[in-house]
């Protein structure tokens, strides 16, 4: 570990760039939003340690995607080189929303899944004819303005913080622009049926299989148009379409193109968000008057010297009052003159004595300020191990004030995603009663980890034992040793889930996590 003192809100970066809020870290680096003091207006900042073997690849490769002038992938305006003992890279920013945080909430709308899909694979088509490539392309890098504007993020980022000794050749361009292809495609699935082709990823929950094969997402969500499914399965499915396989991001997005043209009901709509609504998922419909055509001749109107003097206000109001007097009115106008006048007595009463009681709850108090939240039981989660315990007599370590002591998994063989044997193993932090959590702050042992945090619903008060009684709140692939884990305000439960994906490498071919130190904070 490093003696250098993390970098923290309110730092100020060569004199201009202001740190506000840590967005993620993956891969060693961290990425921020700050606040540009010259230009006013917020920029996304890329951090790098300067003493991380991979900062000249970094650097380069921020100034390689300048040559992709595409409008959807986020600009590079600065680049610093060794400023406070960090590389730094701006970039614009972007006041967007992920896509990954809509598909958590429902599907999208078939035109709205293929005019996303295809900006997107418009975009990594011309990266690509340019030697660039994402490898890292989920829902949680797409994001969405209110406006209906694409945005990408990630842009080669994976490639750059690679080892550094690591020279890609012309075979793993190949591979990695591959992979991009089949992201496109697993992007376009998700959008339809909001689950997400070979694992859990951003908060998706996987896909469903038969016989080994991804079925179709018409068998798996009721409405999805046949040519969006078949463009899906002709990128996931490449053996099923001998002959019409899409392996090429360009070729993606021109038969996204052309299924809108052969499809009114694809592309027929605007493709904008409604910018006076947050809610981009809505779609207000347009309403366009209808009726039978006005006559040939209309009727003349009867001229004004012909027409009755209209009544005043007090002969309306008289007529009006006439008609409430008249039958079973009369019954009703009572009730309610009865009724106004027994809330005037009793809301005399109870004034009167809470004037002289006095109301304790007159002034509402405070919010209560953030802090450390006290953890009542750490307790090991394995809800797919054939005894569904992992290594139980280790769970006190967090507990204790021993930082080079605590909780690790089981040593798994092969894969760093435990030998392929199950989804991931954690730990359960119990907080003893429902909290509203903010930030988790996790100390690691080894690198590099893909983890997740999942939270329990505040109605459950026991220990969950499943996956599906819980939900994913964030997530990190590639964290390192020391991390911090931001949550969305909304968070009010009584057990925190850390759950362990890809574990490092402690040997040859053999993968083990631990988990030293767990810290909650919240309300």
Wanted: charged share 30%.
């Amino acid at each position: 570990m490093s003696d250098r003192r993390p970098h923290v809100s309110g730092d100020v970066l060569a004199s201009r760039y202001e740190l506000a809020d840590l967005v993620s870290e993956s891969l060693g680096a961290s990425n921020w939003r700050a606040v540009d003091r010259v230009l006013h207006r917020n920029v996304r900042v890329e951090l790098l340690p300067s003493d991380d073997p991979r900062g000249a690849n970094f650097l380069e490769a921020a100034r390689r995607s300048t040559s992709v002038t595409d409008h959807r992938f986020l600009r590079v305006l600065d680049l610093l080189q060794d400023e406070d003992g960090v590389h730094v890279v701006v970039r614009e920013w972007a006041k967007a929303t992920p896509l990954s945080r809509l598909l958590a909430q429902s599907p999208l709308p078939n035109r709205r899944a293929a005019a996303i899909v295809a900006e997107v694979a418009e975009s990594l088509a011309h990266a690509h004819d340019r030697g660039l490539v994402h490898r890292r392309l989920t829902p949680h890098q797409i994001l969405l303005k209110e406006s209906g504007a694409v945005r990408i993020v990630g842009l080669g980022v994976a490639t750059a913080l690679a080892p550094a000794d690591h020279q890609d050749s012309d075979d793993d361009l190949a591979s990695y622009r591959a992979a991009d292809v089949v992201a496109l495609g697993k992007v376009l699935y998700a959008c339809l049926v909001s689950r997400w082709p070979g694992g859990h990823v951003d908060g998706l929950r996987a896909a469903p299989t038969e016989h080994g094969h991804l079925l179709r997402p018409r068998q798996v969500r009721a409405g999805v148009l046949r040519d969006v499914d078949e463009i899906c399965d002709r990128i996931l499915e490449p053996s099923r379409h001998p002959y019409d396989a899409l392996t090429s991001a360009e070729e993606i997005a021109r038969a996204l193109y052309e299924a809108g043209e052969g499809d009114e009901d694809l592309f027929d709509e605007p493709l904008g968000y409604d910018v006076t609504s947050p809610d981009l998922l809505r779609l207000d419909p347009v309403v366009e008057p209808s009726g039978p055509p006005p006559g040939l001749e209309p009727p003349r109107r009867r001229p004004k010297a012909y027409e009755p003097k209209p009544p005043t206000r007090r002969e309306r109001f008289t007529a009006r009052m006439q008609m409430m007097t008249h039958g079973d009115r009369a019954l009703i106008l009572l009730g309610l003159i009865t009724a106004i006048v027994l809330s005037g007595v009793l809301a005399f009463l109870v004034g009167r004595e809470a004037g002289q009681v006095g109301d304790p709850y007159a002034q509402s108090a405070p919010e209560t300020p953030v802090r450390v939240l006290p953890l009542a039981r750490v307790v090991d989660f394995d809800p797919q191990g054939e005894d569904r315990r992992e290594n139980p007599e280790l769970t006190q370590a967090i507990l204790d004030d021993d930082p080079e002591t605590g909780w690790r998994t089981s040593t798994y063989y092969g894969r760093a995603d435990l030998g392929g044997l199950k989804d991931g193993v954690g730990l359960i932090l119990d907080l003893g009663t429902v909290r509203q959590v903010e930030q988790v702050r996790l100390r690691l042992a080894g690198t590099p980890t893909d983890l997740s945090i999942l939270t329990a619903p505040s109605s459950i008060s026991e220990l969950p034992r499943n996956l599906d009684d819980l939900r994913e709140v964030a997530t990190l692939n590639s964290a390192a040793e020391d991390l911090s884990v931001a949550l969305p305000r909304d968070v009010r439960t009584r057990y925190v889930v850390v759950w362990l994906r890809e574990l490092p490498q402690i040997g040859d071919g053999e993968y083990r996590g631990e988990i030293r130190r767990a810290i909650v904070r919240g309300r």
